[in-house]
């Protein structure tokens, strides 16, 4: 990890990638520039981290390895009735970061989560000040998971150049970097998930977006799911999601001449099975032709081999990149979509009477149920929203045992010119601006687990006659006992009663918040990762900004009464 200049008392001295944690500390606020800002480091007498799992905490995506999203009542120290009372206790100003949207994950009173700008923290959960930072050297978006071995507890993450690194949890000390795919558009989204002394890791790529260059030769990126030994970084194992390798095809109708098969990225955190020893991924479109059988499907990987045990595909021909409708058709695959990826995590899941399921939603807006013991056979399928390319279930739904929780995206958007009055153009993708549509989208349905009946559904309150307001919610969902926690393109977090859907507490997260760092705090668009709740405290990442939302660097820490 590079180093960082950082300035104290006028003196400027050249330090490792780990900060001190005593007194005040100025840091450079730009690469390259002289602005200072000054940020509190805990005091040397601060909270250890002997036991961490003996305290509540959140570790990873999904708080464990089944990814239900949902937080026990011991964990959480949150009660139902606590959670219209809930106010900022403290925000983080992220420095260098014009989005937030890596998801926090809490272990041993301390908060670790990365950055835009490829800084990683870890800070103290109640109060917020910073234990140490890191820079990583490439943007890290990917939730944090953590690991004890024999020489103490350790940090892993993925970063945006596909490398995975491991730290010392306590000092942020750097122990073992790996990359683990050398495709140039390959990186990691999802978290992720350590199994005893494996580390299970997906791998994505931004090659749907690169494809919109009619000088780029698209597609050749499969995505994949790579075993990594914790303790070294060893790679144990990588298996694709496509298993033929990518090679030119026939001329298409505008004239080019496509690389695949291609695609099938695995954009969140894998799901483990120990009963079975699989480990389950979902995977997104092709990005060219052929389509596969194993894009928008479901894959049980062999924990210990890697080898494909069995896949259950549930959109059939689903190849599309984001040159389709632009300047660069010849890029474009023949059925030209409908672009329904899985974005979010399966969730593993048993049932009242001992039989088991396995949940994948869907950018289709549909939920589907598989029996994770009958070969990925489907239980039941229920549509909550109409889907679409940025509809239907973005991140991910929580589950409380009975009940599975689903918030619908359905936003749309209107391409407009760039330069056009009230678009903003797209931070990945310079070339193309888009307005929201604030008529469409939104509501979160409560579904049974082992039937998938509609419980209830909310709608988004609205907010038809606010402009650029978007009623989407396309963030991850988060459960605790009695309450159910969704977040939105509009900025709003929302607590809903996980009986009857009423909403019971709802928080606008936009605008200024005043920093514990120093840094301008300025919350935006909820989405891409969910609410985090442990030891009474509920941690949320506020301005993930695509397209037209609201960009945004604060994460907010909210506590009753906010004490």
């Known amino acids: ?59 990873g995506w999904g708080a464990g390895p089944l990814q239900h999203r949902f937080q026990s009542a011991d964990m959480a120290q949150l009660a139902a009735a606590d959670v219209p009372r809930l106010k900022l206790k403290w925000a983080f100003g992220i420095p260098g970061a014009s989005r937030a949207y890596a998801q926090p994950t809490v272990m041993g009173g301390r908060i670790f989560f990365g950055s835009q700008s490829g800084k990683v923290y870890a800070l103290d959960a109640r109060t917020g000040c910073t234990f140490w930072e890191i820079d990583a ?92 030994e914790a303790a070294s970084g060893k790679m144990l194992w990588k298996s694709h999601t496509i298993a033929q390798e990518p090679k030119p095809g026939a001329t298409n109708d505008a004239g080019g001449t496509p690389i695949g098969p291609s695609g099938a990225a695995v954009w969140s955190a894998p799901t483990f ?28 990987f062999n924990a210990a081999s890697g080898h494909l045990a069995w896949s259950r595909q549930v959109t059939a021909g689903d190849a599309y990149n984001m040159s389709c409708g632009g300047a660069a058709a010849a890029n474009c695959p023949q059925s030209k979509g409908p672009d329904l990826d899985f974005g979010s995590s399966a969730v593993l899941a ?21 029996d994770p013991d009958r070969g990925g056979e489907i239980l039941w399928q229920k549509r909550i929203g109409r889907g679409g390319k940025l509809g ?60 998938g009946e509609e419980v209830w559904n909310t ?28 977040g939105g393109l509009d900025g709003h977090l929302r607590a809903y009663a996980a009986e009857d859907g009423r909403i019971v507490w709802d928080v606008d997260t936009k605008g200024e918040h005043p920093s514990v760092n120093g840094i301008a705090a300025r919350g935006g668009s909820i989405d891409g990762p969910g609410p985090v709740v442990a030891g009474g405290m509920l941690y949320v ?20 009464d906010g004490r």
């Open 137 to 228: 050297g490439a943007p890290v978006r990917a939730a944090i998971v953590l690991g004890k071995d024999e020489a103490g507890w350790r940090a892993y993450f993925g970063d945006a150049h596909a490398s995975v690194h491991a730290v010392d949890a306590v000092t942020g000390k750097t122990l073992w970097t790996t990359r683990v795919e050398e495709h140039p558009v390959a990186r990691i989204t999802g978290a992720p998930l350590l199994a005893g002394t494996t580390l299970f890791v997906p791998v994505s790529s931004s090659e749907e977006s690169r494809a919109m260059d009619p000088r780029y030769a698209c597609c050749s990126f499969r995505g994949s799911v790579v075993a990594l």
């Open 459 to 486: 709608p988004h309150p609205g907010c038809h006659d606010v402009p650029g307001c978007s009623p989407a919610q396309s963030a991850a969902v988060t459960a605790i006992p009695g309450i159910v926690f969704s």
């Open 541 to 560: 990442n506020s301005g993930y900004a695509f397209f037209g939302t609201t960009p945004g660097n604060a994460l907010l820490a909210y506590s009753v």
């Open 1 to 59: 990890m590079k180093p960082i200049i950082f300035s104290v008392a006028g003196a400027a001295l050249l330090v490792g990638s780990i900060f001190g944690v005593a007194g005040l500390r100025a840091v450079a606020a730009e690469e390259g520039g002289s602005a200072l800002v000054h940020e509190t480091a805990c005091p040397a007498a601060a909270s250890g981290f002997a036991d961490p799992l003996s305290a509540p905490h959140w570790n």
């Open 392 to 451: 239907g279930v973005m991140w991910g739904p929580a589950t409380d045992g009975s009940k599975i929780y689903v918030a619908a995206s359905d936003v749309k958007f209107s391409a407009v010119a760039p330069g056009t009055p009230g678009a903003q153009a797209a931070a990945a993708f310079p070339k193309v601006a888009f307005l929201l549509d604030n008529a469409t989208g939104g509501g979160l349905h409560a579904l049974k687990l082992d039937t």
């Open 350 to 370: 048993e049932l009242a009477n001992g039989k088991r399921v396995l949940i994948g939603a869907q950018k289709s807006g549909v939920v589907t149920a598989l």
């Open 273 to 300: 099975d120990a009963a079975k020893g699989l480990l389950y991924v979902t995977t997104g479109d092709n990005y060219s032709d052929p389509p596969t059988d194993t894009s928008d499907a479901i894959l049980a």
